[in-house]
């Protein structure tokens, strides 16, 4: 065990991670997005790289600076817009991974109809944008995985407490059909841009595969931990 945790416990793995937020276009101006920086899914992949992984970073509209914490000699990125777009870079890039990690924040939904001319006031009225359900990339990418290969999904969640938190957790751990689920407690001020993260992680059947507090550098060394126990 204890040569799990020392440095290059990860060598020769080959690891893929999303991170950062799809923008789903309304026009050519606009998007639908949301507030995930990136930050969690960069030191992710930093500290996969440092413990011998080649490593993947699929990056959904992550700034340069956070970006910048993810240069590595093994660490490739491949950039993405869209949910659709992410979806078909995972589902490439995965075909080669022993461990996929889905930190991205995919929209849940996106515009129907996308405008190729900027939705102008001088129409009238008030627009109503029709969305459609975007595609579970981690379920489809955990439903079709192959044997040996471990999916590992997220969720930021806006819990009443403690309970709801973890009662959430490991109804979609089951239900999207990961090895591990990493949770962590989002709100107007915690989270997203911060530096610093609590997770709780859950492995098969909603058992607590582990916890960590502190940066999202050292949240990311724990879940490796974890990963590395499934293995
Ligand atoms: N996810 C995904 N594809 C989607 C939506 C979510 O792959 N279309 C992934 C996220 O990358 C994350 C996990 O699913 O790893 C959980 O995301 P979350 O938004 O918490 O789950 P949802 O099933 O979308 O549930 P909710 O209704 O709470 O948003
Ligand atoms: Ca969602």
Excluded: C
């Excluded at 405008?115 to 079709?144: H, Q, Y």
């Amino acid at each position: 065990a204890q040569a799990l945790l020392a440095p290059g416990d990860l060598a020769g793995m080959r690891v893929v991670v999303s991170a950062g937020g799809t923008r789903e276009p309304i026009d050519p101006v606009r998007f639908l997005g949301n507030r995930s920086s990136g930050r969690q899914g960069a030191a992710l992949a930093a500290e996969a790289a440092a413990r011998g992984a080649e490593v993947t970073l699929v990056a959904a509209n992550i700034a340069g600076d956070v970006l910048a914490e993810a240069r590595h000699p093994s660490i490739r990125v491949v950039s993405v817009g869209a949910a659709a777009e992410l979806a078909e870079a995972m589902k490439r890039e995965a075909a080669a991974a022993d461990v996929v990690v889905m930190a991205a924040a995919v929209a849940d939904y996106r515009p129907v109809e996308v405008s190729n001319r900027k939705l102008t006031k001088e129409a009238g009225g008030v627009p109503t944008i029709e969305l459609v359900e975007n595609e579970d990339i981690v379920a489809a990418l955990a439903a079709a995985r192959k044997p040996g290969q471990l999916v590992i999904a997220f969720a930021a969640e806006t819990p009443e407490d403690e309970a709801e938190l973890l009662a959430r957790a490991r109804r979609k751990q089951q239900s999207k059909g990961v090895d591990l689920l990493v949770v962590n407690e989002v709100g107007w001020e915690r989270g997203f841009e911060s530096a610093e993260n609590t997770v709780h992680i859950f492995g098969p059947g909603g058992t607590e595969a582990g916890m960590a507090s502190g940066s999202k550098r050292a949240v990311a060394a724990a879940i490796w931990d974890a990963v590395a126990q499934e293995r």
